[in-house]
């Protein structure tokens, strides 16, 4: 596991947090952010199958899913669950999303609480 978080932004006027980071804030227009780390527990509000991967890709399938946070961020990733269901409570983590020429690339992902 690296030594990293995934990082939102919190809007420095209106305290939005924003993942990923947006030109300005999509509550109230301001350009300003500063960095937080996404972290936490939270529900599935939907989740899909991606079959339709590019060759850098090593698994047959991906699961995305879009979560409510606790927090109140709404945040995609990878979701690890053998059995998602909507309004599942899950919590987040970082994790190998994929590897590139040997490279790990590593993102958010949810697993169940």
Known sequence: MPDQDVTGYK??????????????????????????SITGEGSVLTYTDLYALTLAYTQRYLRLAIVQLDSGLRATG?????????????????????????????????VPV
């Open 11 to 36: 809007c420095r006027s209106c305290s939005t947090v924003a993942y990923p980071q947006h030109a300005l804030c999509p509550t109230c227009g301001h350009d300003g952010f500063d960095p937080v």
């Open 78 to 110: 990878h979701l690890l669950d053998p059995d998602p269901q909507l309004g599942k409570r899950i919590r987040t983590q970082i994790g190998v999303v994929r590897e590139v020429d040997g490279r790990k690339i590593y993102g958010l992902q949810f």
